[in-house]
């Protein structure tokens, strides 16, 4: 069926560290995959995005990498900064399709002193 | 460029009324969709609009409705209140559907069911 999941709920990391998040979907029709960032007491920023023809794209101190292979989706995150905590959200699409985005539950990310 | 801006920002009900909730995409966007965001269970999709159509719609009751108009701004109702539907509800908008442009969403409005 649709789903969209995070192999964690949450994850904690030291400040200056490399974050990995994680993220498995289930459609292999899907061909878009979005990664967003949500802080307290705001609605979920965007983050990076990526085609199903990539396997990996970068930005600025994150890269996203894409395994159609097993369908998994990461998010990385270099030198995490206390700037950083929120919960991660993966979401999958069909762009081409009438089909609605599909959100995963969300890692929320901690980051230590 | 201004981004996706949703009013109220809180709002407090009581079971059995009505409420309308609204967004304003951001300019040039044509398709918005709303979510219902809860902790337990995470960002539900309620429907899309794309030019004033519903293209899209989810798995919740027909309670809960909405509109787009020629502007692309667009509103959701939802009919007698329960205190079921307390949640943040979240507007996003794209440029479309068949593109690969991710959703901008707001930073929602908070319902609150007593």
């Known amino acids: 069926g649709e789903s969209v999941g995070l192999h964690l709920p949450t994850l904690s990391v030291q400040e200056g560290d490399n974050s990995i998040i994680n993220c498995a979907y289930s459609?292999?029709?899907?061909?878009?995959f979005i990664w967003y960032k949500q802080e307290s007491g705001k609605g979920p920023q965007f983050i990076i995005d990526?085609?199903?023809?990539?396997d990996k794209r970068q930005g600025q101190r994150v890269t996203v990498l894409l395994n159609k292979t097993v369908k998994h989706l990461s998010l990385q995150i270099a030198a995490t900064q206390p700037g950083d905590s929120a919960v991660y959200f993966c979401?999958?699409?069909?762009?081409?399709?009438?089909?609605?985005?599909?959100f995963g539950k969300g890692t929320r990310l901690h980051i230590l002193p | 460029k201004a981004g996706v801006t949703q009013t109220p920002r809180y709002l407090i009900k009581t079971r059995g009324q009505q409420v309308t909730l609204s967004c304003s995409p951001i300019?040039?966007?044509?398709?918005v969709s709303w979510y219902q965001q809860t902790p337990g269970q995470g960002l539900q999709f309620l429907f899309e609009?794309?030019?004033?159509?519903?293209?899209n719609k989810g798995n919740f009751p027909g309670r809960f409705s909405g509109r787009q108009f020629s502007n692309s701004r667009s509103e959701m109702n939802v009919s007698t209140l329960e205190l079921g539907d307390s949640a943040l509800y979240l507007c996003?908008?794209?440029?479309?559907?068949?593109?690969?442009?991710?959703?901008?969403f707001g930073d929602g409005t908070r319902l609150s069911i007593l």
């Open positions: 996003a908008s794209s440029l479309g559907q068949g593109t690969y442009q991710p959703q901008h």
């Open positions: 459609n292999s029709a899907s061909d878009y």
């Open positions: 990526i085609r199903s023809n990539m």
């Open positions: 979401a999958e699409n069909r762009a081409n399709r009438d089909d609605k985005i599909i």
């Open positions: 300019s040039g966007h044509r398709s």
């Open positions: 609009y794309f030019s004033e159509t519903q293209r």
